[in-house]
């Protein structure tokens, strides 16, 4: 089984709320009216009538001829006359409402309908398909405008929620530096063989976690914007793969590293994609029970740098693929769930994109996508949101 869950900076939503588009009006040539059309067909099949009833008729009298062809004709006209009116009510005044209410639809009435709907013929089939269509499009825009007010509700949420995690960490780790001075003044006076030596040492590595978890808090709530330099992407990544090399050495794990083309310099910021890596390969790392390999490779295309880790680790399950990146979100008994969103947000504002694939009891593959030259509006947005 293969599931994927796919990271974008522009999304759905996004599109939705993007200003609206003035409908440009649609360029039409010049045309012949389609009744004229409909009408000269059968003028001409009743003129050609109406001459060989002239001919027929030579053999009458003169007066007897005149009365025949005066009726044959007024004939004719009445027959035109009447096409021309059912076409007029029947068809003209249909189109012209239709064309009329997309007018309206264009212009952002949803509650345009017409109505000949309920006739019974093909006429009526297309005004209860337009109707269905505008019924349509109104409740996907509904729809839409929901999930927009709801996604601007969760981030001022979010928001608010970052500030007060971001303020509560910076008043935690104050007190908290002097309790590790603390315990470290208390174990350096213990002697050798003090029971209390192992309870000290329990308790600095609990100090130590919440020093981690305060200081990766802090970086999501209030991240610095990337110090961006034109530099060796290569050397980036080589130096998270040396690191996680000797994270992984206790393991019997191998940290492969495959660089597939030429890469350019790409305009990154080293220290914050070392730690995008560092957090995909320690993930990788604590995925695998047994020996096996992670495969680091690195290429290029079309303005954009790819960065695979790919481990073969336990993967993760369809229904818990949704909620990797979100903040706080782990399935490991020491893990904070903070390291893929902090992640995402490094990939985010250098532009790029981070996607994952995994099949349960194979492994997992994150791919990170990274514009080689950043574009003139990005840089400096940086989101406060966790
Ligand atoms: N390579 C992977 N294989 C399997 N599961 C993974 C992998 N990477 C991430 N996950 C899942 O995604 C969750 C979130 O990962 P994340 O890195 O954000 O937090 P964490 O690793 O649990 O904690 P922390 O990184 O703070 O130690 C993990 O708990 C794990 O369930
Ligand atoms: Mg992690």
């Known amino acids: ?57 030579l053999s009458l009298a003169a007066g007897e001829r005149h009365v025949v062809i005066t009726v044959a004709t007024a004939g004719a006209f009445l027959v035109c006359a009447a096409v021309i009116m059912v076409f007029a009510v029947s068809v003209r005044r249909p189109m012209l409402e239709l064309q009329d209410k997309i007018a309206r639809v264009r212009l952002g009435d949803m509650d345009a309908s017409v109505s000949f709907c309920g006739r019974n013929d093909e006429i009526g089939d297309l005004g209860c398909d337009f109707n269905d269509m505008v019924a349509q499009l109104k409740a996907s825009r509904e729809e839409i405008q929901r999930l927009h007010q709801t ?17 509560l960490a910076h008043e935690i780790r104050n007190p908290l530096a002097g309790i590790a001075g603390v315990i470290e003044i208390v174990s350096r006076d213990l002697p050798p063989n003090s029971a209390a030596r192992l309870v000290i040492k ?79 390969l ?26 695979t880790v790919a481990d073969e680790g336990k993967g993760i399950p369809p229904e818990t693929l949704p909620n990797i990146f979100r903040p706080f979100f782990t399935t490991k008994g020491h893990g904070t769930g903070l390291g893929l969103s902090l992640a995402r947000r490094i990939v985010d504002s250098h532009g790029g994109h981070i996607d994952v694939t995994s099949v349960v009891g194979k492994g997992t593959q994150f791919l990170v996508e990274l514009p080689i030259t950043r574009s003139a509006d990005q840089g400096s947005v940086v989101s406060s949101t966790i």
Not at 20 to 41: C, D, F, M
């Open 1 to 57: 089984m293969t599931a994927s869950a796919t990271i974008r900076a522009g999304d759905v939503l996004g599109e939705a709320t993007s200003p609206a588009v003035e409908p440009s009006p649609v360029a039409r040539t010049r045309h012949i009216s389609w009744a004229l059309k409909a009408v000269l067909p059968v003028a001409a099949v009743l003129l050609n009538g109406l001459l060989l009833f002239v001919l027929v008729s």
């Open 282 to 307: 320690l993930n990788a790392i604590q995925s695998m029970d047994k020996p096996g390999v992670i495969r680091v490779s690195l290429k290029h295309d079309d303005g954009a740098v790819f960065i």
């Open 151 to 167: 996604q601007m509700s969760r981030a001022e949420h979010f928001a608010t929620l970052g500030e007060l995690a971001a303020g």
């Open 202 to 280: 329990d308790a600095k590595e609990e100090t130590l976690q919440i020093n981690r978890i305060l200081t990766e808090l802090l970086e999501i709530a209030r991240p610095k914007p990337p110090q961006f330099r034109v530099s060796d992407v290569c050397s980036t990544v080589e130096h998270a793969v040396m690191f996680a090399r000797q994270q992984a050495i206790t393991k019997r794990i191998t940290v492969e590293f495959e660089i597939k083309d030429t890469i350019p310099p790409v305009e990154h910021d080293p220290n914050q994609i070392n730690q995008v890596l560092l957090n995909l």
